[in-house]
């Protein structure tokens, strides 16, 4: 087999920017997933009920409703059009997501993210095999099925099934047996399908990713002249078909990771040692030459990275 | 002619097509599968209760977002969410189980006015009207009053004592000489709180329980007509005999609208009549 040819993922990052920036917003998301569970977990924990419920609905202070828009919305086709309360929860959380950034919510706050990104770890670390790769898009046929088996059914469909749910009311409420589908979400992304749960499965994701299809949070290659073809960043990228159009774009394409898949986690950000991306908003218009190429700087295959 | 049939002649039409084909026939599975499955898991054992309010069955799992907000503002922990494959209700809905935390019947149903979807129905205002189930006397071998003793303890607890629950005397036929006072319960009064059967003194199993309205009470015959409930004639307007007012005999001969028979008594005969 071919012999590596570059440092294992995030060496040069470490090595270049310290450890630090090389791991910053990871480490931020983490906190922020566990500023948001912790948030949860002070009523039945410490008996401060400053947030009551969970993911799914809540009220803060006693005054701020917060719901899930993709439940309500199941609820909604199932025949059921909740009171104002509930709706006005999911529009505010809907709107939040919207502005700022759809997929915010499966990097930053759901509670199945490091579950996935622990997985994807271990699979990179292990050297495992791709596995099953679903076509791009399976999930937006996902969120189309679970739509229609909640109109089929009058239920909220996905609730029976849905790990993060499981997990997070687990968590809150007591778990059952809601353990064994976190395992089996981990198991899947780790022996049967690289990244398969929240890059190709998961509804809920699909349906935060389209609600974002025009939020303002954009990463940016924009200086993706300066990239060195280390590959890292597709490499930890949970969506990695996101980047190639940003870096790869000639001077006229944007630079911006305009994808709704794009979950706006920073990855990419922390793992370049040659810093190509940054955070921004969608108006950004910095100029971003793209990379000359020439014979002694062909252009990579881009698909074999992973 | 075989040649152009299995060359394509448009390779990426013919991949989009079945892509789409493939696409749709795996959502179609996993689509059946959910269903099923949810088919599977709405069922609703018959020894969880939904909170009070609770829309019927089938609205509910439309309704429920499986919040918790009911459950945190129960003040005496009555209410439960359903575990994964420990509590048979659809998981993380809430429930209780009347033999561990009966619902204590808040005055300001504090569940009701926490639930943001309108699962629990904010029509319901005045506890005494939830119907949260039906209690039943299920095991008249065992229940102490049934066999003779004042046990009594269930209609004491009630919270809807002499409405919901009354004791029904009867004669002990195994003493030949004692009375029996048996616990009946009726369901124009009965919510369905389930404190009789968290209180029922046999160990255990409660002799009292508290069902699903869908289990614990029967349809009405059409056909039969509760003549003590209901006052009306059985059919309108074709039947209507002669009003008797009181007259001179038996026969009101007297008496306006009264009936005059085709024949004549025999005089005296008057004399025997009834009430005379
Ligand atoms: S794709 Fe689904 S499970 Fe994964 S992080 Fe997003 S919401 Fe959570
Ligand atoms: S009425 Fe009171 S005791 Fe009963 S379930 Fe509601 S909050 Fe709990
Ligand atoms: S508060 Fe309403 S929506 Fe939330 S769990 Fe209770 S019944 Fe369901
Ligand atoms: S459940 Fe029992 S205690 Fe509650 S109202 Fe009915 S008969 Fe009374
Ligand atoms: S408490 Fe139990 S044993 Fe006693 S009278 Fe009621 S049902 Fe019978």
């Known amino acids: ?306 | 002619m075989s040649a152009t049939l299995t060359q394509p002649k448009n390779p990426a039409r013919r991949r989009f097509l079945q892509d789409a084909a493939r696409g749709t026939a795996g959502c179609a599975v996993a689509g059946m599968s959910l269903a099923w499955f949810v088919q599977d898991a709405r069922a609703l054992p018959d020894r969880a209760i939904r909170p009070p309010g609770a829309l019927p069955e089938e609205d509910f799992l439309a309704a429920c977002i499986r919040c918790g907000l009911c459950v945190r503002d129960c003040p005496y922990d009555t209410l439960v969410l359903a575990e994964l494959g420990v509590d048979g209700a659809a998981t993380g809905t809430p429930f209780f189980t009347a033999r561990d935390i009966p619902c204590e019947m808040c005055e300001d149903i504090p569940c009701v006015a926490a639930c943001p979807t309108g699962a629990l129905d904010k029509e319901l205002t005045n506890i005494d009207d939830s119907r949260m189930g039906l209690a039943v006397l299920i095991d008249q071998e065992n229940c102490l009053n049934a066999l003779g003793l004042r046990c009594d303890v269930c209609y004491r607890v009630c919270p809807a004592i002499d409405e919901a629950i009354t004791l029904e005397r009867r004669h002990n036929e195994r003493s030949g000489h004692h009375a029996i006072f048996m616990p009946v319960v009726h369901s124009d009064h009965c919510t369905g709180c389930g404190k009789c059967e968290k209180s029922c003194v046999l160990p255990g199993e409660a002799a009292i329980k508290v069902l699903p309205i869908r289990v614990a009470q029967a349809d009405q015959a059409e056909h039969y007509k509760r003549s003590w409930e209901e006052n009306t004639p059985l059919v309108d307007e074709i039947i209507d005999l002669p009003d008797r007012l009181p007259g001179t005999g038996t026969d009101n001969l007297a008496a306006p609208g009264g009936f005059e028979p085709t024949f004549k008594l025999p005089q005296g005969a008057t004399t025997g009549g009834i009430g005379q």
């Open chain 1, 1 to 306: 087999m071919t012999v590596s040819t570059h440092l294992p993922v995030g060496a040069e990052a470490i090595r270049d920017k310290g450890y630090w920036l090389a791991y910053r917003f990871l480490i931020l998301r983490r906190l922020s997933q566990v500023f948001f569970l912790s948030l949860f977990l002070l009523g039945p924990w410490f008996g401060i009920w400053w947030v009551k419920g969970n993911l799914s609905g809540s009220l803060t202070f006693n005054v701020l409703p917060l719901t899930d828009p993709f439940i309500a919305l199941q609820g909604i086709v199932a025949g059921h059009w909740p009171e104002m309360t509930a709706l006005i929860g999911a529009l505010i959380v809907g709107a939040v997501y919207a502005l700022i950034g759809g997929r915010l919510y499966c990097s930053w706050v759901c509670p199945i993210n490091p579950v996935t990104d622990a997985a994807s770890w271990l699979h990179r670390k292990l050297d495992l095999p791709k596995g099953w790769q679903p076509k791009r898009g399976t999930k937006y046929f996902m969120l189309a099925m679970v739509l229609g088996v909640s109109v089929l059914t009058g239920t909220v469909a996905w609730e029976f099934v849905n790990p993060i749910s499981m997990l997070h009311r687990g968590l809150i409420f007591g778990a059952g047996f809601a353990w064994a589908l976190v395992i089996g979400v981990f198991v899947f992304d780790l022996l049967l399908a690289r990244r398969g749960w929240c890059g190709h499965l998961c509804p809920v994701g699909a349906f935060y990713g389209l609600l974002g299809n025009k939020s303002l949070l954009r990463v940016t290659a924009q200086k993706r002249a300066a990239c060195d073809d280390c590959m890292d960043c597709f490499a930890v990228c949970p969506e990695m078909q996101v980047i190639t159009p940003a870096l790869r774009g000639k001077d006229a394409d944007t630079p911006l990771i305009l994808s709704p898949d794009c979950t706006n986690c920073g990855r990419c950000i922390d793992i370049c040692s040659v810093n190509v991306f940054h955070f921004t908003h969608r108006f950004d218009e910095t100029p971003a030459p793209g990379r000359v190429r020439d014979r002694t700087n062909p252009a990579p295959k881009v698909g074999k990275a992973a």
